[in-house]
């Protein structure tokens, strides 16, 4: 074969070997990430071959070498929700810091759908798989099995909540409490709230921590109303509780700032104002929770942060979750009641 037609088509790694003038075998092992160790001068030889040939590594031969490939799965419930996009941010600060490569899957919290994913996942071989979304309670069975068999390949499994090999743990019930208290301290009493359906951890974990916090100081939770993490389903419940009649002066605590924004949202739409008229709090702190007008009351989560603690907990051998700090953050769509 010339020259010219090697170019014109796709190296091998049997080009790269002979180009660097070593074995196939010791080109492998360079290129494929074998425990083997190889001299150093012929890795460089090995390496700028390739890189003078335009060699892509194979990654399933890599995987095989190494028992593991390079990729960390992260599967978030919904991609556009900006609480995951936080998370998988500092899953992604991460892996660039060891050189490993992020593959997102979107699981919209279905545990069978969620099930489906790992299966397919299984064959890249990742080093570690990240569960980022809460689930119902009882649905680890869709998914244990897959997760065992992850196990079984050598990648590290985590998850926010139980069920992984590693969790991340987020004290949604003392965050919550914490925010009821302090709604009751600016003078609210009466409160609806806003969740996800029955079932849900981190939904029921938020609920009870809020209506707890609340009674502490003095108010009472008087309606809840299901829908699910989604704008849109915000909005849906907040229309519901209007349409059965919302006195001035009551208090929406919404399970996340994505629910409390669409509320504020069926707020305006309905002829009535967020703040004085109707407030408004949250949990999460997303970034918009500070754009939207009035700035939403929530409590703050280091999204980021708790990413990047879970990429820790996947490649790193010897690991314990730091302490995460939810402080509640007082805006103007809760200016308190006079």
Known sequence: MTDAVRRASTPTLHDVAQAAGVSLATASRVLNGSERKVAESFRVRVEQAAAELGYIPNVSAQAIARGTSRVIALLVADIADPYFGLVASGVARGADEEDLIVTVAITERDPQREARILRALRGQRPRGVILAAS?????????????????????????????????IR?????????????????????????????????????????????????????????????????????????????????????????????????????????????????????????????????????????GYEAFRATVDTEWEQAPIALEVRVRASTPGVA
Request: glycine content about 16%; hydrophobic content about 40%; charged content about 25%.
């Open 170 to 306: 987020i004290d949604n019930r003392g965050g919550s409490e914490q925010l009821g208290r302090t709604m009751a301290g600016l003078g609210y009493r009466q409160a609806v709230a806003i969740g996800a359906a029955d079932g849900v951890r981190t939904s029921d974990d938020r609920l009870a921590g809020f209506t707890a916090g609340f009674a502490e100081g003095g108010g009472e939770v008087a309606r809840v109303y299901r829908g699910t993490f989604e704008r849109d389903s915000g909005a849906a419940a907040m229309a519901e509780a209007l349409a059965d009649g919302i006195d001035e002066g009551t208090l929406v605590f919404a399970l996340s700032d994505v629910v409390a924004i669409g509320a504020m949202t069926a707020i305006r739409d309905a002829g009535r104002s967020v703040g004085a008229d109707i407030a408004v709090c949250g949990f999460d702190d997303v970034p918009v929770a500070r754009d939207v007008s009035p700035q939403l009351t929530t409590v703050h989560v280091p999204l980021s942060e708790l």
């Open 135 to 167: 689930r119902a309670g009882g649905s680890e069975a869709a998914t244990g099995e897959e997760l065992a068999a992850f196990r079984a390949l050598g990648s590290r499994t985590v998850t926010f909540g139980p069920g992984g090999d590693r969790s």
